[in-house]
């Protein structure tokens, strides 16, 4: 894996969710941005054809409307908006990026993990969603999947 990888991490919006509780939720690395991409065209469209009980026809309209999408998008925020109201119902993305940003920006997904960070690292009480120096980022890369296992957000 790279020194900044990129994470996608989504959940379950379907119905069912109240019932399956956090097991639908996925939290994936990846080396780079376009390993990313890939898995949404393939592998999540997959997964929310499943879901929506999707027909031949369907998915494959699904995949060129993502493929539209990606091409049109300036930025991950505006990717993720888009791609979330598609799939609304059934699946949502709550972070994509790099680590470097879950490290440091304000979204509600990388504060609510930093927060969670920072309680088992002994933060600062006065910014409990402070930013995460590069050399914790390893422990920060751990503490998400147990953050998702959690769900704490």
Not at 61 to 87: M, W
């Amino acid at each position: 894996m790279t020194d900044d990888p990129w994470a996608l991490c989504h959940l379950d919006d379907s119905f069912e969710a109240p019932v399956l509780g956090t097991k639908g939720t996925q939290l994936l690395w990846f080396d780079d941005r376009e390993a990313v991409i890939d898995y949404l065209q393939e592998d999540y469209v997959d997964l929310l054809a499943d879901v929506g009980e999707l027909e031949e026809d369907q998915i494959e309209a699904a995949r060129e409307r993502f493929a539209l999408l990606i091409e049109q998008s300036f930025d991950e925020r505006g990717l993720v908006d888009a791609l979330n109201d598609l799939s609304s119902g059934l699946r949502r993305i709550a972070w994509f990026g790099p680590l470097s940003e879950l490290a440091e920006v304000q979204d509600e997904f990388a504060t609510a993990l930093r927060r969670y960070f920072w309680s088992q690292y002994d933060g600062d009480e006065d910014d409990p969603d402070a930013w995460i120096p590069e050399e914790m980022w390893p422990q920060l890369v751990e503490i998400a999947e147990e953050f998702v296992a959690e769900g704490e957000f």
